[in-house]
């Protein structure tokens, strides 16, 4: 099929600011970042232009606030 996914772990969507997992789409080599919420999905953008890291510190500076 060439598409696999990955999931990452939660974080905090930047497209619509809810909580979701975060998974990678490898698509023809290249890898995508999406957030998935329950049955909805957000298309963030390619990998290579998206700081993964601060998605994940960002849902971690959440909790703590929280
Ligand atoms: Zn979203």
């Known amino acids: 099929m060439g598409t696999k996914s990955r999931t990452l772990c939660r974080g905090v969507c930047p497209k619509c600011g809810r909580r979701g997992t975060i998974i990678i789409k490898v698509i023809h080599g290249k890898e995508y970042v999406y ?8 298309y963030v953008g390619p990998a290579r232009r998206i700081p993964i890291e601060k998605l994940i510190e960002l849902a971690a500076s959440e909790v703590r606030r929280a």
């Not at 957030?35 to 957000?42: E, K, L, T, V």
């Open 35 to 42: 957030f998935r919420h329950g049955r909805q999905w957000c």
